[in-house]
């Protein structure tokens, strides 16, 4: 069983930082795409950013505030944000496509909860 864990939400003050990270585990043959979307209340799931392979994407949102990194050997992504606005605030989850064996598959963590407030 696949299972992506997020971790590294909480409160913050705009202007401040915080650092989400994402945990693969599991009979994991390859992973070919992780990343961030995020929920806000009342809006639609929006991807973050991601990172596949060496190509980054980030939704112009965030741009030059946020940047996602991977450590291929963790199985791990993170998001370090920088400049936090309350327009952050949201559920952010982490997403995965990789391959089990021979099957692709795309999992979801559970999500953890950014909250830019003062």
């Known amino acids: 069983q696949v299972q992506l864990v997020e971790s590294g939400g909480g409160l913050v003050q705009p202007g401040g930082s915080l650092r989400l990270s994402c945990a693969a585990s599991?009979?994991?043959?390859?992973?070919?795409?992780m990343g961030w979307y995020r929920q806000a209340p009342g809006k639609e799931r929006e991807l973050v950013a991601h990172?596949?392979?060496?190509?980054?994407y980030y939704a112009d949102s965030v741009k030059g505030r946020f940047t996602i990194s991977r450590d291929n050997a963790k199985n791990t992504v993170y998001l370090q944000m920088n400049n936090l606005k309350p327009e952050d605030t949201a559920v952010y989850y982490c997403?995965?496509?990789?391959?089990?064996?021979?099957?692709?598959?795309?999992?979801w963590g559970k999500g953890t909860l950014v909250t830019v407030s003062s």
């Open positions: 997403n995965a496509d990789l391959v089990v064996d021979i099957n692709v598959m795309n999992v």
């Open positions: 599991g009979s994991i043959s390859v992973i070919n795409t």
């Open positions: 990172v596949t392979r060496g190509t980054i």
